[in-house]
Every structure is written in structure tokens, then in C-alpha cells.
């Protein structure tokens, strides 16, 4: 060994060594930094891809939620929607609907089921003021019993008739007139303007009056009856005769959102496309209502605009602080740090390592520094660690620990070191530590037990990892080191993910559905238990998808087959299709969904959900909306969408066609002889009929009561050809309905007026063609009905000359165009006792119009409501002139009320309002009614004409024996009087049976007790006749025509009142 000589000193003094030795500290400072970066890299590119995708799928899963939500309700809407057009489809293929009727309708159509959420389903009626016409709904409120509110004088009213089912709060909102209520008339106004659907904005349902204000809204579609509508009008141009109406609540609309919803996710909405506080209408969190809450500046709030009934509302969803943290990457980060950790440890390592060699040079004192550094070090990191790492014997005593945090510990350290897993640990847990141990011991190492312990009241779960220290024989000295880490936060999410599956499986087998993959390749299909129960296939996870494909209706195979295996990638869509095997009568009908694909990718992912009873729901509201419940042709709403189709498309090709407008004549003979189920049997009967006359290709469809159309279309290009062929069909019907319906063991035979309209040759809209139909089958039931007419130039003047006419008519009361003349009645003795008022128009331009003319116009047109309160309160204040004394002082007026004027709602209250103005003697009002006033609801007759016959107001029943004449309702309607028609007057000597008519009503008029008049007595041997049978009071020229009011007075005060 070789030392240094004495005489030549070592010059490197301890601190040149140390200087020397630190010289080179960058080189292994640069390799532990090149490691720790290397290494650090890792965690951190994994955390950042992790939060990332966690950011995706949280955005997707707010998107998807909210997707749902607004599904669910536009679904629920939809559903609302289908049940209204059946209302509608029901009330215009009626010819009149009671509470009974339609109550039996409602509970058909089973709400819980087909359109959960809907408070009800009813009927306003759409009512006018005094002036204007009334129709069938107006004649059912006033029937009803109903009060109206709130009360008072309006214009129009629009009061619910009908609500059902029959629930408190629904019979409290009968009578209320909607009209009052500013949001429900917008929305009716909106309906009528469109003709279509109309949904309010929110308001508190009727249903609600009194209780806490609740948002609800209601639904109006308006209905057009025949008594309302022509065949030509547009339906957003006609007064409708009232809605169908859907009140609903909006917290009953989302309650299945709210239990579909997930927790943590606040659903918001709003009328209009502005969320703000001012237009919230509803706020849902956690299956709880809940109030309004900004959305300026939320990162994930996702909106959708949804449109319905003319509304648009505004979902947000906004995921609360707590569902985002849930749903973000926040477990990774704890991985990330610890990663970081490792990998600052590791390069600290390599640090240690490369700079090995300056430590030896170094003193013991900088070697035992920098090893008591390193301790601290590796302490800091192991520190570090967020699990606990414990040091045990083989009999589970806990020698030593380390942990970050206590909370995760089960007692304080102080109590835990020198006692067993069996002392501190419930026994199941205890045995998972002591088989962890022991797997280790025989092992080397074990991993993944779990185990679950109480702490502070919670249960935490932890995860094992066992490395054997020190082997040996006694298990007292045998040393392992145990890591126990906290897995609380994983398990729980596991297990909130597997009640989240059972749930999912439990909704699917509640309601049929099921879902399966499709490797594209392989064509595999893998089926879920319910998939397969609902393809009729025995259980399996994977089936051969040719075998699946058989499952489906032939029809159906390719499509189902491309969107399952097709190179083009499916969007998001649902597909209906039909099992195969399925019985016809009782099809069975899945929805295939996807929620869309790649084109590359290797599978697809659908559900299958059975559909049958939905379809079988949807089927039966088609066919309510669609098709009249009768006849089970299609109705007014079918045939206007197809004819509109059809029209354009012969208009389109140059093609020629036909409309064919039906009329059954005097049908409404056989419902007041046989009674409406008579009525049904033939018009189901004429249906049929009809069905048989026609071409598959025609289109027949019933437009209300005992109206028909058909439309002929594609009879070629030849427009005279077309007619002929039209008229060959009109001919083969007559033959047709020639042919009695035996009903009941009846023989009831029916006609029909049919006008012909042809089409093709000029561009014409449905509603003029069918005007041009109307206007043909008017004129053959004016020629003398069971016939047909066709349209033509000539026609057209007709019907245009009949329009000024009508328009005229209703300025001729504003006008002053109307005069009253008197026909005296005369008694056997000579003396005037009475004068009928009769009505007379002048027109400025074509001067006097016949009555004959003008009053069925005023009928047909409704003005006679206008021109009959004229005429009452005209001679009303002439009978005022008649005062005791006077010629006149005894004498009775007589006016004609016509059956629309009587059977108007204020009909009492005009009469009342003319003796009053007037002041008027009542006794000395002689009202004179045709026998169709009594053709409907005889009770309501009855109760009307006594409230006025309690003042003194007389009734005449005029042109006895020329209508429906029963002794049923004689007996029953306080009349005073019967008429003789003058149509038996005049043919009373010639004809022998004009001769018995008059003696049987002169006998009966005495039986009753009823004075009889004889009207259009022109001579004096017709008088003679009538004397003798015992008639004793006349009309007609042979005494005087109709006078003027002074020559009336003047023949009053003359020496006698005899023929003149």
C-alpha cells in the first residue's frame, strides 16, 4: 500500500474536497429531473384526457336529459291533442250530443291510460247575443239548467257545457264563460282564426277556484256542426259552435319528467323563447317543485324551445354544483398527484443513486446528514400517500402505522397500535384481514379484498394490498405491510350504478322493453331476457341475426336489416314494425330505437319496446277524429284533407271529376215517427248503399246528420263525358234508395236530392266546389226533391240572385223597407174579433216580394230572428192603439212566431220586452205557431209557453194538419186556438177528404176545448160548409184582404164587419 511522503503535504484541504466533490451536483440533478419529468408526464396527460371525456359525458348527459324531458311532455301533448279531435270528430258526425252521450264518449276513451295528466275533457259552446242565430250547442246550454257566469249582457258567450269525468272540481267549472277569462279567449280567437288547435297561456283552472293558485293551462279545438256550417265555408271563416277543450295542470304535465329525471338536475320552464322570472311557468329538482333560478353564465345549461297548440315554452336544464362535481373526473386527480409523487420520488432516487459516489467522499457526518435527509424524504412521500399503511404481525396486531388523514381511521393511533384486527374490527371484517395475511404468507402478496367497517356512524369501505415483510415460522414474528386504501367513493358510485340498472330493468319490464347489440360482421345479435320475451325466442345472449330477422314482418325484413347491418350509419330514429306469425285481428307492433352510429363501427346498440296497445290507442283516435262512429265512412275532417288532394292533384293532370252532394229527404220524418235508433238503421243502412254503388277508388265520406258526399274523381277529359258519368251514379242511388230499409219490422223508405258539381277544367278550391253542389241540390229539393241537378251558368245566376236578395233582407229592418197589413177574422156573427199581422217587404229596387220568398229566405239565411222581433214589437204597439172604447177594444192581434224565433234562449223576454215598451194588453196577444215548434223537445216547449200564458199571452197552433199533427203534444200545450189551413179550405166542396180533415179538426178543436178558425175562406158556400160543421170564425178574402192599419180602424167602425 502506498502512503504519501511527510515531506510533500497533501494540498487538498477538506473544504477544496468539498468543493470538488459538488463541483458535478448538476449531473445526476439533471438525470433525476429528466426522470421525474419523463415520469410525471404520464399522470399528467392521463388526467387531462380523463377530465376531458368527463366533460364530454357530462355535457351529453345534461343534452340527453333535457332531449327526454321535452319528448315526454310534446308526447303527453300530442296525446291531449288526439283526444280532443276526437271530441271534435265525434260532436260534426252528430247530429245532437246530451250529457249522457257524451259522458259514455269520454269514459270510452279511458284518460288514465291513452292521456294520463289531462284534467278532463269538455265542450264550451259557442253562444251569440239576442240578434244573432243560435245553434244545436245553444239549444243544449239553454236545456242544460246551467248557470251562466258571470252574468251579465255580452256579445258572445262561451260557456262549458260539458266537463267529464265527473270529478268536483270539473262539474264546479260547468257554466263558466270562458270569453271573460283575457288568456282562455286569446287562445279561442287564435282557434277560430286558424282553425286549428290553440293552447292558453298559463292561468288557475276553474277546476282550482278557491284552492292555492296553481299554474294550469287549456287546450281548444274548435267544432263545426251543420247548424253552423255550410258545406262551402272555410272552417277559419265560420263561427265554430264551440271547442272541445283540455284543461290540464303544468305539475301533473311533468310529473312523469319527475320521476324520470335524474337527482341534481333543475328543469325549468318558460312561456316564450325569453326565460326570465316574469315568464317562468314551472321549476322541477329532485322530483320536487322548485322555484326560479337565473341561468346567465352556466357553463352547462342546455336549452330547447318546443312549439305546441300556437305557444312556444322554453325547457332549461341546469345541473346543480353537486351533479357536476358527481360527474367529473375528481377521483382521478388523487391518482394523478400520487403519480406525480412516485415519479418525484423515483427521480429523486436517481439522484441518489448517480451522486453515490461524492456522498463516499464525503465525511460520515455529511453521510449520516444526507441519509437522515433521504429519511425525511421518503417519510414526506410516504406521507404523502392517501392511504394507510400499516405494519402487522401474522396474528393481525397492528405493530405500526402511517396515514395521511385520521378521519379514515376507526380509533385514534394511540388505540390501535398493539391490538388486534379481531379487537377493533367487526368480526367480518377481521376475517377479511386475517385471510389477506394469509394469502400474503402463502403468496408473497395478495390484493383486492375488500371490506367494510363503521365510521363515525357511515359505512367506509376499504380495499386490501398485503406484502409479506419477514417470513417465519411463528406468526407472532412474522412481519407484513399492509395498504389499506378507502374506496368509499368507487363503491358507492358502483352500487348507485347497479340500483340504477335495476331500475332500468324493472322500467323495461314495465313497460316491454328490452335492448340488444348487433356485431355488424359476425351478424351476432345479443339479446337481453326481455328482448327475447318480447321476439317470442327462448332465453339466450346470443342469437344468429337471420334468426332475429325472421322475427320480423316480411314486409319490414329489408328495412330492419339495413338500418341493423347497413353501411350507412343510422341517426338517432325509432322504427315501427309488425311481428311476424302476429294474428291480423290482434297485431303485435314493436318500436325499434337507436340512438344513432358510426359508419365504421363494429356494433350497434337498439332497444325494442312493444307498441301494440299504443297503436291500438292511437288506431282507435284516428278512427274517433276521422271517420263518423255511425257509418264508419269518413267524416267532414277526412274528406276535406283528401278531396283537397285530390282536387289539386285532376286540376294538376288536366283531369275531369265529379262532387256529388247528398240530401236525404224529410229524414227528420222518420226520427220523430220511429225515434232516432230508426234514424241510425237507415242512414247506416244508406252508408252501405252507398259503398255498393260506388268505385273502390271514390270517395264517399258522411259530412253531417242525413248529408253525404262523393267524390268521383279521374272520369277522364272530357267534361260532358264526366257529367254523364255523374249522372249515371245519381240515377243508380235513386234506383238504389227506391229499394225500402226494413227496420224494427218496418218498411221506411227514404229519397234523396242530389246536386252534381264538376271539376278539373278551372281551378276551383274544395270550398267552391262544394258550394256549386249545394247550390245544385237546393234546386232539385225545390223541384220537388228525390232527384238530381246539376250545376250549371244558369244555376249560378240563381244562386248569386239569391245572395243579394239575402243581403238585402238583412238591412230591410235598418232600412225601414218593412210594413204590417191586418186580415181581419171575423165570427159567425159578423163581428171583427181579430186581424192576423202579416209582414210585408218592398224592396227599393224590385219593389213588393212575395212572402212566400222573403220568409223562407229570413228562415233559411237567420234573419227571421231579426225581422220577427219586428214584427212582434210592430203590432204590439198597433194593439196598444186598441184600447177599450174604441172599434178595436176588444178585438185579439195574431202574429206568426216561426219555430227558430220561438226556440230562441231570450225568445220569452222579446215578447215581454214588446207589451211593456209598448204597453200593450197581453190577454188581447195571440201568438200563432207551427206545428215544427213542437218537433223537439216538447217539455221545454211546454214551460216556455207557460211562463207567458201566465200573463195572459194566447197561442193559436196555425196550419193544423199539414205537419206532424199527435195528440200527445195537443193535450200537453196550453193552446187556445186551432187554425184550419186554408189548403183544406179550398178544395173543401170538391174533395171529400179535404172535407173530413176539416169536420175531424173542427170535432177535435171541440173536444178540446180549443176555438177554431178557418183561414183563405174566399166564398160564401165554403163559409156555409164550415158554419154547419161548427167552425165559427173565419179568415180570408171573402171578408177582407190584408189592410192597412186605418182602413182596418175604418172597416172596425163600420155598421158590419161582413164579406166585403
Known amino acids: 500500500m502506498t502512503t504519501p511522503s511527510p515531506s510533500v503535504p497533501d494540498r487538498r484541504t477538506a473544504p477544496q474536497a468539498a468543493v470538488a466533490g459538488t463541483a458535478l451536483w448538476w449531473r445526476p440533478a439533471l438525470a433525476a429531473g429528466l426522470t421525474s419529468a419523463v415520469l410525471a408526464l404520464v399522470p399528467w396527460l392521463y388526467l387531462q384526457d380523463r377530465q376531458s371525456d368527463a366533460e364530454l359525458a357530462l355535457r351529453a348527459l345534461v343534452s340527453h336529459e333535457a332531449d327526454s324531458a321535452v319528448a315526454n311532455v310534446q308526447t303527453q301533448l300530442r296525446a291531449f291533442e288526439l283526444v280532443l279531435r276526437g271530441v ?99 287562445a279561442i280567437e287564435q282557434s277560430v282564426a286558424s282553425g286549428e288547435l290553440a293552447l292558453t297561456g298559463k292561468l288557475q283552472l276553474a277546476q282550482d277556484a278557491g284552492g292555492p293558485p296553481e299554474p294550469g293551462f287549456v287546450m281548444y279545438l274548435p267544432v263545426y256542426l251543420p247548424q253552423a256550417q255550410a258545406p262551402a265555408q272555410d272552417p277559419r271563416r265560420m263561427a265554430p259552435v264551440g271547442w272541445a277543450d283540455g284543461p290540464f295542470r303544468l305539475r301533473e304535465l311533468l310529473a312523469p319528467v319527475a320521476t324520470e329525471l335524474m337527482p341534481g338536475l333543475h328543469l325549468q320552464v318558460f312561456d316564450g323563447e325569453q326565460p326570465s322570472q316574469a315568464s317562468h311557468l314551472f321549476g322541477l329538482l329532485d322530483g320536487r317543485p322548485a322555484p326560479f333560478e337565473g341561468t346567465a353564465g352556466t357553463a352547462y345549461a342546455v336549452r330547447r324551445v318546443a312549439s305546441f297548440g300556437g305557444r312556444n315554452w322554453t325547457y332549461v336544464l341546469t345541473p346543480t354544483a353537486d351533479f357536476v362535481a358527481q360527474h367529473r373526473a375528481g377521483e382521478y386527480r388523487g391518482l394523478a398527484l400520487t403519480g406525480l409523487l412516485l415519479s418525484l420520488s423515483a427521480g429523486a432516487i436517481v439522484f441518489l443513486l448517480l451522486h453515490a459516489r461524492n456522498r463516499a467522499q464525503r465525511l460520515a457526518l455529511q453521510m449520516s446528514e444526507e441519509a437522515r435527509a433521504l429519511s425525511a424524504e421518503i417519510a414526506g412521500t410516504l406521507n404523502a400517500i392517501p392511504d394507510l399503511l400499516v405494519e402487522m404481525d401474522g396474528e393481525g396486531r397492528y405493530l405500526a402505522l402511517r396515514a395521511r388523514r385520521l378521519d379514515g381511521l376507526i380509533a385514534p393511533p394511540a388505540q390501535i397500535i398493539g391490538r388486534t384486527a379481531q379487537e377493533l374490527l367487526p368480526p367480518a371484517a377481521a376475517a377479511t384481514v386475517l385471510q389477506a395475511l394469509a394469502l400474503a404468507r402463502a403468496h408473497g402478496r395478495s ?66 322493453l328490452g335492448h340488444f347489440r348487433v356485431e355488424r360482421a359476425a351478424r351476432i345479435c345479443h339479446l337481453s331476457l326481455a328482448c327475447a320475451r318480447l321476439l317470442g325466442l327462448p332465453p339466450t345472449e346470443r342469437l344468429d341475426f337471420d334468426r332475429f330477422l325472421a322475427c320480423v314482418d316480411a314486409r319490414q325484413r329489408q328495412r330492419v336489416e339495413a338500418l341493423c347491418l347497413g353501411e350507412a350509419a ?22 325499434l ?263 223562407a229566405l229570413a228562415e233559411d239565411s237567420g234573419s227571421i230572428y231579426a225581422l220577427g222581433e219586428w214584427v212582434l214589437r210592430t203590432a204590439c204597439r198597433e194593439l196598444a192603439r186598441w184600447r177599450p172604447g174604441t172599434p178595436l177594444g176588444e178585438a185579439v192581434m195574431a202574429v206568426n212566431v216561426s219555430a227558430r224565433q220561438f226556440h230562441h234562449p231570450d225568445f220569452v223576454g222579446q215578447v215581454l220586452d214588446a207589451l211593456h ?16 215548434v213542437v218537433a223537439r223537445d216538447l217539455d221545454a216547449i211546454v214551460n216556455k209557453m207557460g211562463a207567458l200564458k201566465a200573463l195572459g199571452v194566447r197561442f193559436s197552433l196555425d196550419d193544423f194538419g199539414t205537419g206532424y199533427s199527435s195528440l200527445s203534444y195537443l193535450k200537453r200545450l196550453p193552446l187556445d186556438q186551432l187554425k184550419i189551413d186554408q189548403s183544406f179550405v179550398r178544395d173543401l166542396l170538391a174533395d171529400p177528404n179535404d172535407a173530413a180533415i176539416v169536420r175531424t179538426v ?15 175562406v174566399e166564398t160564401a158556400e165554403q163559409r156555409a160548409v164550415l158554419l154547419a160543421a161548427g167552425c165559427r170564425m173565419y179568415q180570408g178574402y171573402l171578408f177582407a184582404p190584408p189592410l192597412q192599419a186605418e182602413a182596418l180602424w175604418s172597416l172596425a167602425a163600420g155598421p158590419t164587419a161582413g164579406p166585403v
Not at 469 to 497: G, N, W, Y
Not at 573 to 591: I, Q, S
Not at 920 to 931: H, I, M, N, V, W
Not at 1002 to 1016: C, K, N
Open 917 to 932: 215598451s209598448s204597453d200593450a194588453d197581453p190577454a188581447r196577444l195571440k201568438l200563432e205557431l207551427t206545428e215544427s
Open 88 to 186: 271534435k270528430g265525434f260532436f260534426e258526425g252528430s247530429d245532437g250530443v246530451d250529457a249522457a252521450e257524451f259522458q259514455a264518449f269520454v269514459a270510452s276513451l279511458a284518460l288514465q291510460r291513452t292521456a294520463p295528466g289531462l284534467q278532463g275533457v269538455g265542450f264550451v259552446a259557442h253562444l251569440s247575443g239576442a240578434a244573432a242565430p243560435r245553434n244545436a250547442a245553444a239549444a243544449s246550454f239553454d236545456a242544460s239548467g246551467l248557470v251562466l257566469r258571470p252574468p251579465g249582457q255580452r256579445e258572445a258567450y262561451a260557456p262549458i257545457l260539458f266537463m267529464e269525468p265527473p270529478t268536483p272540481g270539473n262539474r264546479g267549472a260547468l257554466g263558466l264563460d270562458v270569453l271573460t277569462v283575457p288568456t282562455a279567449r286569446a
Open 447 to 512: 390484493a383486492g379484498l375488500r371490506l367494510e367497517v363503521q365510521i363515525k356512524g357511515e359505512p367506509r369501505w376499504f380495499e386490501l394490498s398485503v406484502a409479506c415483510k419477514t417470513e417465519h415460522a411463528d406468526p407472532a414474528q412474522a412481519r407484513f405491510i399492509v395498504l389499506s386504501r378507502d374506496i368509499t367513493s368507487r363503491m358507492r358510485t358502483l352500487q348507485a350504478l347497479q340500483e340504477s340498472e335495476r331500475v332500468l330493468l324493472e322500467a323495461q319490464r314495465v313497460a316491454a
Open 1002 to 1016: 173542427i170535432a177535435l178543436g171541440a173536444s178540446l176545448g180549443l176555438a177554431v178558425v178557418a183561414e183563405g
Open 593 to 855: 330505437s337507436t340512438p344513432g352510429a358510426g359508419e365504421h363501427e363494429a356494433e350497434r346498440f337498439f332497444t325494442l319496446q312493444d307498441i301494440s296497445s299504443r297503436r291500438t290507442s292511437q288506431e282507435q283516435l284516428h278512427r274517433l277524429a276521422y271517420y263518423d262512429q255511425l257509418t264508419g265512412l269518413p267524416n267532414r275532417s277526412l274528406f276535406v284533407k283528401e278531396a283537397t288532394q285530390l282536387l289539386a292533384a285532376a286540376q294538376a293532370r288536366g283531369m275531369v271529376g265529379a262532387a256529388i252532394l247528398l240530401d236525404l229527404d224529410r229524414f227528420k220524418a222518420i226520427n220523430d215517427n220511429w225515434g232516432h235508433r230508426s234514424g241510425d238503421a237507415v242512414l247506416r243502412e244508406v252508408a252501405q248503399r252507398l259503398r255498393d254503388c260506388m268505385s273502390a277508388e271514390h270517395l264517399v265520406a258522411r259530412l253531417h246528420a242525413d248529408e253525404f258526399i262523393v267524390l268521383l274523381d279521374a272520369l277522364g277529359q272530357d267534361e260532358e263525358e264526366a257529367q254523364r258519368l255523374a249522372q249515371d251514379r245519381c240515377r243508380s242511388v235513386l234506383r238504389m234508395l227506391a229499394v225500402p230499409s226494413h227496420v224494427g219490422g218496418r218498411e221506411l223508405y227514404c229519397s234523396a236530392s242530389m246536386g252534381i258539381a264538376v271539376f278539373g277544367r278551372e281551378t276551383l278550391t274544395l270550398e267552391e266546389l262544394l258550394a256549386r253542389a249545394d247550390s245544385a241540390m237546393e234546386l232539385a229539393k225545390h223541384d220537388g226533391r228525390s232527384t238530381f241537378r246539376l250545376f250549371d251558368e244558369g244555376l249560378r245566376s240563381r244562386v248569386a240572385e239569391r245572395a243579394l236578395l239575402e243581403a238585402a233582407l238583412r238591412q230591410a229592418v235598418p232600412r225601414n223597407e218593412l210594413s204590417l197589413l191586418y186580415q181581419p177574422q171575423i165570427d159567425a156573427g159578423g163581428a171583427l174579433v181579430g186581424a192576423e199581422a202579416l209582414c210585408r217587404w218592398t224592396h227599393p229596387e224590385r219593389g213588393p216580394v212575395s212572402p212566400a220568398v222573403f220568409i
Open 570 to 591: 343510422p341517426q338517432a330514429l325509432e322504427y315501427e314494425f309488425r311481428l311476424a306469425g302476429a294474428d291480423d285481428a290482434a297485431p303485435r307492433w314493436l318500436l
